[in-house]
């Protein structure tokens, strides 16, 4: 990870991967040897991850600031012998802005959040025997968003108020190799939105 700022911005940013094998038994055995996985994957990596992440912050003037981040997570192999699948591809991207006054108009303090993220995770048998060369997957694709404006008065006696805005989008797709691959009846794709507004000094959310 590297890092470097001043006293109007900053920034870092950083990476990592890591890997491993399957977990070896005190007897000298794959967990893969043990479960349904064909002779050609039980010495496949049991995962491989990559991730990145990098955050801006601006502070000009001192009462404003505002920050921007962004971390992404690749997986392009989990396995998971003690399920029916296995996962080919386990990615997340997050993209969060955050922003803060103080001294904002009438107000001792402005604030306001938003995120973003997506997630696509693809699981299959292909590596099981129980595929027996007709193999099966799903894909699942949430993307939740949030918007969180807050705002604190000046007034001798404060208060609080507080709006979030939570969406989730469901997105699930089943597909099996016999029906050539086409989408099959699943968990229905789906979106909701869930207002909260807390004007009395107490927080309040709600999700769906």
Known sequence: MVSYGTSEWSALGGASFRRADPYRGGDGRLVTDVANYTATHREDEAFRIASGWARVAFAPGGTNHLQASYTRQQADRVLYPYLMMDGLSDDTDRVALRFERTRAWRLDALHAQAY??????????????????????????????????????????????????????????????????????SIPTSSSAAPACSPTGRTRSANA
Do not use: I, K
Request: proline letters at 9%; glycine letters at 8%.
């Open 116 to 185: 973003f993220t997506r997630v696509d995770h693809w699981m299959t048998d292909a590596f099981r025997t129980s595929a027996a060369g007709m193999p099966r997957g799903t894909r699942w694709a949430p993307t939740p968003r949030r918007a969180r404006p807050a705002a604190a008065s000046r007034r001798p006696r404060r208060s609080h108020g507080r709006l979030e805005l939570v969406q989730r989008g469901w997105d699930t797709r089943t597909e099996l190799a016999g029906r050539q691959y086409r989408p099959q009846a």
